[in-house]
């Protein structure tokens, strides 16, 4: 069966940390994308990634085939970082399977 | 200038009645989505076309039926509304490769639905 879990589900932050989110899936896939939904209520693509790292801005995505695992790294979060961040795996055809998402809240 | 957008942005509407959800891209992409999220912020896939030709269709009641007249468009009708169709319905565009999409997708602005 084609799992996703992520986690922290909620994370508070205090502007300045750095933040990690991670995501688990639980059979092999073609790539994974991470997503986040700002509060008011808009979704916007971050990262496709199907090995490695990648990098954009503060924000820098990473995935282990091998172990099933991809975090999303913020540097130097910000306020305007807040918003729900949804990893979807895509197991090989043509849909995503989206994670229940993380609340992250930057205090400043 | 907006790569996916869909109309209208609210909906509010009666039970029974019959309503549909506009969605076009302008990215050229071949592939487009319909998503549905409920209550608890939970994403799901609905639908999906290809070059026009409908490719994943969930367990979705067959009230829903989705139009595609061409690549850059792809609508949403739902007839005889219920309450617990209530919830946000996104539109996304990506362009498809072998194995999966082959590079991001593209959201839109989403349409709240809300059946009384």
């Known amino acids: 069966k084609n799992e996703v879990e992520q986690s922290p589900q909620n994370l508070t932050a205090q502007e300045g940390e750095f933040i990690t989110i991670n995501c688990s899936y639980s059979?092999?896939?073609?790539?994974l994308h991470w997503l986040q939904q700002h509060p008011g209520g808009g979704i916007v693509s971050l990262f496709m990634?199907?090995?490695g790292k990648k990098k954009h801005g503060r924000l820098i995505a990473t995935i282990n085939i091998q172990e099933k695992h991809s975090s999303l790294h913020i540097t130097a979060s910000h306020p305007r970082d807040s918003a729900v961040y949804i990893c979807?795996?895509?197991?090989?055809?043509?849909?995503?399977?989206f994670g229940t998402g993380t609340r992250l809240t930057i205090i400043p | 200038d907006t790569a996916v957008s869909q109309t209208p942005k609210y909906l509010v509407t009666q039970m029974g009645n019959d309503k549909s959800i506009k969605c076009e891209q302008n990215?050229?992409?071949?592939?487009m989505y319909w998503y549905k999220q409920d209550s608890k912020k939970f994403l799901k896939i609905m639908f999906s076309y290809n070059n026009k030709e409908l490719i994943i269709n969930e367990t979705v009641p067959n009230r829903f039926s989705p139009k595609s007249p061409d690549k850059a468009h792809l609508n949403l009708h739902i007839n005889s509304l219920e309450l617990g169709d209530s919830a946000v319905y996104f539109c996304?565009?990506?362009?498809?490769?072998?194995?999966?999409?082959?590079?991001?997708?593209?959201f839109g602005p989403g349409t709240r639905l809300t059946v009384l």
């Open positions: 996304a565009s990506s362009q498809l490769g072998t194995s999966g999409p082959k590079d991001e997708q593209f």
């Open positions: 990215l050229g992409h071949d592939t």
């Open positions: 059979v092999g896939i073609s790539a």
């Open positions: 990634l199907s090995s």
């Open positions: 979807a795996p895509n197991f090989g055809n043509e849909k995503l399977t």
